[in-house]
């Protein structure tokens, strides 16, 4: 055991370890901080005992004193009570002026700029004036040449809206991340309804220095805008050099994410290692014209101290942003370590990192980027030191270094892989190959260039034009060059969702082969037996869902303003009824960011059946990213055409993808599969040409005795052709409200045919529609009928045996 730990022998090691193990303890333990402070007080007493009786002692008190730590600062941050003037008191209610200041970096989104606010006082409509605190994130829609900046004190109206989570099982806790960021709401403003009211004398000096660098971020990101012609070399290079990755859009991310290489646009530990050693060399070749210095080896280490100054500054102008934080931490430890002659422990060096890391901001260890970094690092330093008796370590020929290059990017890979499976649902196979060629090109060729062309800009704007159209052909290539190695069968691929326990069980792997290459087998066994336990827990979990899996289910989405559902039959198939989505307006996308995630978390990779009940947008858009990333076999519409953006894009992926459509007939028809059948009800009586509601595909799912009507967004006029028609049956038990439940649908002579037990309600939380319709409610109400609704219930669940049916709100009121 201690030939093991010998190159982890650090305390450090052990500390980070403690402290991550604390965090993570308190993370999911619930609000109890009472007990943990007197824990804290007899560890203390303890270690100050054990440092005269018994100092072995002392290091594992100590340990737990870490751990503690690390409990009471998660907690702090997830279940401390607020102050009662805390902004969050006045959430969701009318309009209200709010002044606050500006204490962060604006960003660029495509139809807008956000910024956080620290709330200072506002104004209710009765004039009560009063004292607030808090943040909250700012979204402003539209264009103005005078979008405050940092240090503003800013005057604006708006209602301040609660941060909500689109309630659907395993979907991302939006709520608790920003939380963790200490914001606990949101307010939306028109930028020429925003009142700037600094004054000169209010803005410090430290404001004044944080002003002059955003406005020479924004001034660079524009006339890189406006020179680089191309938009997608554009935004590749602003997010490159100032770091405004929110420009990129979701079609080159997707690129770039398909050839493993959007960690290269990201300000994070590789960009900052890149950045530190351009000006390492620098400075290095500058003092190596002073023979003393060079002579007495101390050359490197004053490039390495001289070479923190432009990266600290490099940070702050990219945004500063948390990830970017934790990134500069862990260069500034290493290249200390390089100074004090101890690079070679590299774990040490790792560990301080993370202890500093944690210590300022516990929430840190939930971040993606911190997870990735540590990961591909410790993989790195552990491939490294099995080869460093191997060829490519003792050669120091140019092959032995494209080689050793070559190995880094292949550890770091493997080690990121697990986590990037867990939350991006994709694996690049081409990665080891596109990094190999990209990293060189972007990182040292683009970059460079880019950061001369930013000192250049305000003094000699043609040099730093010049460069900036080199680097656009450049890129230009690259991407081309892009486009055809993800355009490579089986080049990258979608994964579904691994969870903590297989993620836990790969890891064991990689550490048992770690440790029978050192020549540690005495520990092989307790991790085999570990991994054992773990793919036997995954194997029941999965034989259970299997069982369960022998009913119909079908899962209503909370996708917010609009419809979507997913059908699983008893025989496995997957029908997933509309893909809900926003207004055009909005940039967020609920196929990609809701259904798709679900999709995943299900183990779903293909679906049989997409039905669109019609086109429009809070129906259709979010079914363009589910289309483009999933097997689909057959879609099921109606014959209405739209000439909007979002169908033609869709009809196109149908086309690509030789995606079969059906259009139910103008008579009902009848789809079956397996058990199951769909009873399409359409006719040519009833076509609405005015009215792509009226239109909608109206279906029912029959399971044996179980039955549900889903209506779409039909409106009183269609209910009523549907209720006269003696040809048809319409008696379901549930029904999906039409019309998320407005006030135009459910008249009663429908509801009587239908005559459902219970009633469905897809909606948005506080909607600007008013669904659904009081007027609604009280008639599902004084009818008897059971309402569940997504804005307050979140997705509901649906089980059937064929003869009887429950229904579960993910959410318990």
């Known amino acids: 055991m201690k030939t093991f730990f010998k190159p982890l022998r650090p305390a450090s090691f052990f500390i980070f370890i403690s402290l991550m193990a604390g965090i993570l303890a308190g993370s999911i333990s619930p609000d109890d901080k009472t007990f943990i402070l007197p824990v804290i007080f007899l560890l203390s007493v303890l270690i100050c005992l054990s440092l005269y009786s018994y100092k072995k002692l002392a290091f594992l008190f100590l340990l737990g004193l870490v751990f503690c730590c690390g409990y009471l600062s998660i907690q702090i941050k997830l279940t401390s009570d607020l102050p009662s003037h805390h902004i969050s008191n006045y959430l969701d209610t009318k309009k209200i002026k709010i002044t606050g200041r500006v204490v962060s970096f604006k960003k660029h989104h495509k139809k807008k700029y956000s910024m956080i606010v620290l709330a200072q006082a506002i104004e209710t409509k009765d004039k009560v004036e009063k004292k607030v605190t808090g943040r909250i994130i700012l979204n402003i829609y539209g264009l103005s040449k005078t979008i405050p900046e940092f240090g503003d004190y800013i005057l604006f109206e708006s209602s301040i809206r609660s941060i909500r989570n689109f309630m659907n099982p395993g979907a991302f806790n939006y709520k608790r991340f920003l939380k963790l960021k200490g914001i606990y709401c949101a307010a939306y403003s028109d930028p020429k309804k925003i009142k700037i009211l600094t004054r000169t004398d209010q803005i410090g000096f430290f404001s004044k220095q944080i002003r002059k660098i955003e406005n020479l971020r924004t001034g660079y990101y524009d006339f890189i805008l406006i020179h680089a012609k191309d938009l997608k070399a554009s935004q590749i290079i602003a997010s490159l050099i100032t770091g405004k990755k929110e420009v990129i859009s979701p079609d080159m991310r997707d690129l770039l994410s398909k050839a493993g290489i ?21 400075f290095y070749q500058v003092l190596s014209f002073f023979p003393r210095l060079a002579i007495s080896g101390r050359s490197k280490k004053i490039a390495g101290l001289l070479s923190l100054f432009p990266l600290i500054g490099y940070a702050i102008f990219s945004g500063f942003s948390p990830s970017t934080q934790r990134a500069l931490i862990m260069i500034i430890v290493l290249l200390f370590s390089f100074v004090s002659e101890k690079e070679k422990d590299i774990i040490s060096s790792i560990s301080v990192a993370g202890i500093l890391i944690l210590g300022l901001d516990s929430a840190a260890l939930f971040s993606i980027s911190f997870q990735l970094s540590f990961v591909a690092v410790v993989f790195i330093a552990g491939g490294v030191f099995l080869l460093k008796r191997h060829f490519l370590m003792q050669k120091k020929n140019m092959i032995a270094k494209m080689g050793l290059m070559l190995c880094v990017t292949f550890f770091a890979s493997l080690g990121t892989f697990p986590l990037t499976a867990h939350y991006f649902n994709m694996v690049s196979i081409i990665a080891l190959a596109s990094n190999f060629i990209f990293i060189p090109v972007i990182g040292f060729i683009v970059l460079p260039l880019g950061l001369t062309s930013l000192v250049c800009f305000s003094y000699f704007p043609l040099v730093a034009l010049f460069i900036i159209k080199v680097c656009t052909q450049i890129l230009l290539v690259s991407i081309m060059v892009l486009n055809f190695m993800v355009s490579i069968p089986f080049s990258w691929s979608r994964v579904t969702s691994l969870q903590w326990n297989e993620i836990a069980a790969i890891y064991l792997v990689f550490i048992s082969i770690f440790l029978g290459l050192k020549g540690h087998k005495k520990l092989l066994m307790p991790i085999f037996v570990l991994i054992f336990l773990l793919v036997a827990f995954n194997f029941s979990i999965n034989q259970l869902q299997k069982t369960s899996n022998s009913n119909l289910t079908i899962t209503i989405l909370d996708v917010g303003q609009g419809n979507s559902a997913l059908i699983q039959t008893p025989e496995g198939k997957n029908i997933l009824v509309d893909g809900g989505g926003f207004s055009d307006i909005s940039s967020f996308d609920t196929g990609r960011f809701i259904v798709a995630p679900f999709l995943w978390q299900k183990g779903i990779r293909s679906l049989d059946y997409v039905i669109l009940s019609h086109p429009e947008s809070d129906h259709l858009n ?61 006719s040519s009586k009833e076509k609405f040409s005015y009215n792509f509601n009226n239109n909608s595909l109206v279906f029912k799912l029959v399971y044996n005795k179980f039955s549900m009507l889903f209506a779409g967004d039909i409106l009183h006029h269609r209910e009523k052709n549907l209720s006269i028609n003696t040809d048809i049956n319409l008696y379901s038990d549930i029904l999906l409200s039409p019309h998320h439940g407005s006030s135009t649908s459910s008249t009663k002579v429908f509801l009587d045919k239908v005559a459902p037990g219970t009633i469905i309600i897809s909606c948005g939380w506080q909607n600007r529609y008013g669904f659904p319709s009081d007027k609604v409610l009280k008639r599902y109400k004084k009818m008897g009928m059971r309402v569940f609704r997504t804005d307050k219930d979140g997705a509901i669940i649906i089980s059937s045996d064929g003869n009887n049916y429950t229904t579960k709100a993910h959410m318990v009121r």
């Open 622 to 682: 979010g079914l363009i990213f589910i289309l483009d990333n999933f097997d689909v076999k057959i879609v099921i519409k109606n014959s209405d055409q739209e000439n909007s953006e979002p169908y033609v894009t869709l009809m196109k992926i149908c086309k690509k993808k030789n995606i079969r459509i059906w259009n139910p007939s103008a008579r009902a028809d009848q789809l079956n599969s397996g058990t199951i059948k769909l009873i399409f009800y359409e």
């Open 262 to 282: 959007s960690h290269l646009l990201a300000i994070s530990g590789l960009h900052l290692s890149i950045v530190s050693l351009l000006f390492f060399l620098l």
